[in-house]
């Protein structure tokens, strides 16, 4: 069992920067990849990032590539999104979630563990 914590979110203005954390407990952090995803009003919950059990490996959404940067640390049991050059259009709220699959997954049913969410709202 694994049980996900995300803080870091709030109110920014356009083009600036948010910085979320993921703080997990459990013993075998290392061995879940990790994955950030977000939710609009109306929409389906998105794919925005993963990153492979060690983190050397990372994909990204279309939308928030070259922008958002996932890393975690796996002594201090935490992932993390950067976000930089944020556009209204990244509000959202923000889950992360833990996935016990090797690899890259980027669909939400892959993952086993979830954040509450947190909110991130960029104003124009």
Sequence with gaps: ???????????????????????????????????????????DREFVAASSWSGSSTTYADSVKDRFTISRDNVKNTAYLQMNSLKPEDTAVYYCAAS?????????????????????TVSS
């Design 1 to 43: 069992q694994v049980q996900l914590v995300e803080s870091g979110g709030g109110l920014v203005q356009a083009g600036g920067s948010l910085r979320l954390s993921c703080a997990a407990s459990g013993r075998t952090f290392d061995r879940y990849a990790m994955g950030w995803f977000r939710r609009t009003p109306g929409k």
């Design 100 to 120: 016990t699959l090797p690899g890259l997954p980027a669909v939400s049913g892959l993952y086993d563990y979830w954040g509450q969410g947190i909110q991130v």
